[in-house]
């Protein structure tokens, strides 16, 4: 499975900005995608993921529930992180991956597919 994400920036503070990462290859066996984020000098940190299938359970990191949407397109293969209100603390390179389990979905252990990462900056 290969994941490309895209749509990084350099934003203002309270400006959006939309994520894409497009999965192809053996997506049949993805069950979950997920978003990570990790800063300068910090560890890669959990987001937002999603259950692939269509009304399927969506997850949040505390710090980004209320301003970020994940969402997907299966028919397209792409899922998406939308990001509103953004802030200074959400500068990060963005990844996007892919898990075939079904459980632990906040977990980084549990991806087994990564994509490169999309730089996101916001200045205050």
């Known amino acids: 499975v290969q994941l490309q994400a895209s749509g990084g920036g350099s934003v203002q503070a309270g400006d959006s900005l939309r994520l894409s990462c497009a999965f192809s290859g053996r997506t049949f066996s993805i069950y979950a995608l997920g978003w990570f984020r990790q800063a300068p000098g910090k560890e890669r940190e959990f987001v937002a993921a999603a259950v692939r299938w269509s009304g399927g359970s969506t997850y949040y990191a505390d710090s980004v529930k209320g301003r970020f949407t994940i969402s997907r397109d299966n028919a397209k293969n792409t899922v998406y992180l939308q990001m509103d209100s953004l802030k200074p603390e959400d500068t990060a390179v963005y990844f996007c991956?892919?898990?075939?389990?079904?459980?632990?979905?906040?977990?980084?252990?549990?991806?087994?597919?990564w994509g490169q990462g999309t730089q996101v900056t916001v200045s205050s």
């Open positions: 991956a892919g898990t075939r389990t079904d459980f632990a979905l906040r977990s980084i252990n549990e991806y087994a597919f």
